[in-house]
């Protein structure tokens, strides 16, 4: 079963850092990967997909890569804002699978 | 945003009796996913649906059942709502493979 793990749980920043968030997975095997947001009880936002065939993914200050070998992918937030405050999210796609398997999630907190 | 619509948004019922909460897509998406989400857990997937009539469980799938006779509506069955089946359930739609994953704004469940 493919495991799913962000750290860190929790990070504090102020505002204006460039920041990394974390995304390991167990099976390399792996289709596609997504990034998330989630702000308190709201659903999830689509932020960025990246194929398994694809190294980087850019989306304004957000960058992801991955390194499917490593089982490893970070989230780069650039210059950030309190409006980035929310739960970041990861999510694999296997091969064989139409199902995606999520992290835990990191909470950010930019404080202004 | 995709158009996915779920329904209730809130919901207060009785252990022992049946809820089924409703998902509605306008895109045309070909996979539909329930989720669950719940404090130290995270996302869990419960069951999710390849096609009209085409389902498939996830890993918490116990003590819930699905249905999909259109393209537009999957619908999640809690056949008897039991105390641990208070959660927040989001519905999920995707095209393929290699497309991103929307979700649904959520319904809050609470079985007393």
């Known amino acids: 079963k493919q495991e799913v793990t962000q750290i860190p749980a929790a990070l504090s920043v102020p505002e204006g850092e460039n920041l990394v968030l974390n995304c390991s997975f167990t099976?390399?095997?792996?289709?596609?990967l997504q990034w998330f947001r989630q702000d308190p009880g709201k659903g999830l936002t689509s932020l960025l997909l990246?194929?398994?065939?694809?190294r980087e993914q850019t989306s304004g200050r957000l960058n992801a890569s991955l390194d499917k070998s490593s089982g490893r992918s970070t989230l780069y937030i650039a210059a950030s804002q309190p409006g980035d405050s929310a739960t970041y999210l990861c999510?694999?796609?296997?091969?064989?699978?139409?199902?995606?398997?999520f992290g835990s999630g990191t909470k950010l907190n930019v404080k202004p | 945003d995709a158009g996915i619509t779920q329904s209730p948004r809130h919901k207060v019922t009785e252990t022992g009796t049946p809820v089924t909460l409703r998902c509605h897509q306008t895109e045309n998406h070909r996979y539909m996913y329930w989720y669950r989400q719940d404090p130290g857990h995270g996302l869990r997937l419960i069951h999710y649906s390849y096609g009209v009539k085409d389902t498939d469980k996830g890993e918490v799938s116990d003590g819930y059942s699905v249905s999909r006779s259109k393209t537009e509506d999957f619908l999640l069955t809690l056949e008897s709502a039991t105390s641990s089946q208070t959660s927040v359930y989001f519905c999920?739609?995707?095209?393929?493979?290699?497309?991103?994953?929307?979700f649904g704004q959520g319904t809050r469940l609470t079985v007393v």
């Open positions: 999510a694999v796609l296997l091969y064989n699978f139409n199902k995606f398997y």
């Open positions: 990246i194929q398994s065939s694809q």
């Open positions: 999920a739609i995707k095209d393929g493979a290699g497309t991103e994953a929307f």
């Open positions: 099976d390399s095997a792996i289709y596609n």
